[in-house]
């Protein structure tokens, strides 16, 4: 049974419920799932009482990590850069090298930098040495034009609205979803 960590920042709430959803879909596929947040930074306190915090120590115990963040300014959020800026240890020994990663964002706008996010997560990603897992395809309500509706074959997204005022539509949360299978059915297969 693949061992999988949904990492996630949330400022709104839309990514917790999108981590939700991601988790979910693993659970779905078999996995073992942990959803943990990341630590506030200094001046940004959002953390609800109920999250779940990681530590970087503990990545490398797991096949697979999805992070997900709200975008800001078109790359991920400072908390969760600054968190995987604290991993460099685990670069420096190849701790997560060969395993499985994926991203999922939530922007104000349809074009507010979704995929620029994702790809400034997948980078922190690749450069771990992970293996990405995207939102492919056979997700087929991403393709949709008839609603708003967020996901990009780099991962699963949301758009929240400027205040944040609007939730993960049913298809962003079966995006996620959908994601969260598909990572760990290949995580399964790799460590399974």
């Known amino acids: 049974m693949a061992k999988v960590l949904v990492l996630y920042y949330s400022t709104y709430g839309h990514i917790a419920q999108m981590a939700d959803a991601i988790a979910e879909g693993a659970r779905g596929a078999g996995a073992s799932v942990d959803v943990k947040r990341v630590p506030d ?3 940004v306190q ?3 009482p109920d ?3 990681a530590t970087v120590a503990e990545l490398a115990g797991y096949d697979a990590i999805v992070v997900g963040t709200g975008t800001r ?4 959020s400072g908390p969760m850069a600054s968190f995987l800026d604290q991993a460099g240890g685990l670069w420096a020994t190849g701790a997560l090298n060969g395993k499985v990663g994926g991203a999922f964002t939530s922007t104000a706008t349809q074009h507010g930098g979704q995929e620029t996010t994702l790809f400034s997560i997948i980078t922190n990603l690749l450069h771990f040495g992970l293996t990405i897992v995207g939102l492919d395809y056979g997700h087929q309500a991403q393709m949709g034009h008839d609603e708003v509706v967020g996901g990009a074959p ?3 997204t949301t758009i929240a609205g400027g205040r944040g005022e ?3 539509s049913e298809a962003d949360l079966a995006g996620a979803r959908y994601q969260g299978r ?3 059915e290949v995580a399964g297969k790799l460590f399974g």
């Open 73 to 76: 300014f078109g790359r991920m």
């Open 46 to 48: 959002v953390a609800r």
């Open 154 to 156: 780099y991962g699963a």
């Open 182 to 184: 598909r990572v760990a």
């Open 51 to 53: 999250d779940v915090q």
């Open 166 to 168: 609007r939730q993960p």
């Open 41 to 43: 930074i200094e001046g």
